[in-house]
T-cell receptor
Framework: DTAVSQTPKYLVTQMGNDKSIKCEQN?????MYWYKQDSKKFLKIMFS???????INETVPNRFSPKSPDKAHLNLHINSLELGDSAVYFC?????????????FGNGTRLTVT | QQPVQSPQAVILREGEDAVINCSSS?????VHWYRQKHGEAPVFLMI?????EQKGHDKISASFNEKKQQSSLYLTASQLSYSGTYFC????????????????FGQGTILTVHP
């Protein structure tokens, strides 16, 4: 059974389009995250939710909007895609805060904006 | 500010040992270590908490020097499967604080193990 699953695995789209990435975890965790990994492998947190409540919102453009319908799901919608948005986006979850709980990552969504 | 890892890359032969370091300019409350293989997700290895508690992998050890704001990951008797990029992630928030749970990752250390 997949613990943290995200779809799609690959996403190729043109500038200006709107796209969504979905994430689901079946671990019963309370906290979910979106991380962005750029071409230099730098992993940067974007958002975190705890029991559907937004906890961390890094300096991410307003074009990125997360939504958590319940604590097992965290989706990411991106408006007006730009070339610089090309990256691998990882969803992750943890039992509580990442302070003392391991992060479990999904397999990533490779977004390519042309 | 992201932690700094050293070295940036390590090449080993099977059976050799390696140490990967992670330094932060901020006070640390916890340090995580993850390994990522090419095209895959990062996988949890270990957490070290302020005060000495550790959670993690049986075959990998690590240290956490709170005063120096540093952590080191020790890979002994390396195997081919150890190859990958190793990331440290640091949490400088206090439990219950406003930045609770914000993990900041280092730039990664590429480890290559040859037969």
């Amino acid at each position: 059974d997949t613990a943290v699953s995200q779809t799609p695995k690959y996403l190729v789209t043109q500038m200006g389009n709107d796209k969504s990435i979905k994430c689901e975890q079946n671990l019963g965790h309370d906290t979910m995250y979106w991380y962005k990994q750029d071409s230099k492998k730098f992993l940067k947190i974007m958002f975190s939710y705890n029991n559907k409540e937004l906890i961390i919102n890094e300096t991410v453009p307003n074009r990125f909007s997360p939504k958590s319908p319940d604590k097992a799901h965290l989706n990411l919608h991106i408006n007006s895609l730009e070339l610089g948005d090309s990256a691998v986006y990882f969803c992750a979850s943890s039992q509580a805060s990442s302070y003392n709980s391991p992060l479990h990552f999904g397999n990533g969504t490779r977004l390519t904006v042309t | 500010q992201q932690p700094v890892q050293s070295p940036q890359a390590v090449i080993l032969r099977e059976g050799e040992d390696a140490v990967i370091n992670c330094s932060s300019s901020k006070a640390l409350y916890s340090v995580h270590w993850y390994r990522q293989k090419h095209g895959e997700a990062p996988v949890f290895l270990m957490i070290l908490l302020k005060g000495g508690e550790q959670k993690g992998h049986d075959k990998i050890s690590a240290s956490f020097n709170e005063k120096k704001q540093q952590s080191s990951l020790y890979l002994t008797a390396s195997q081919l499967s150890y190859s990958g990029t190793y990331f440290c992630g640091t949490d400088s928030s206090r439990a219950g604080g406003t930045s609770y749970g914000k993990l900041t990752f280092g730039q990664g250390t590429i480890l290559t193990v040859h037969p």
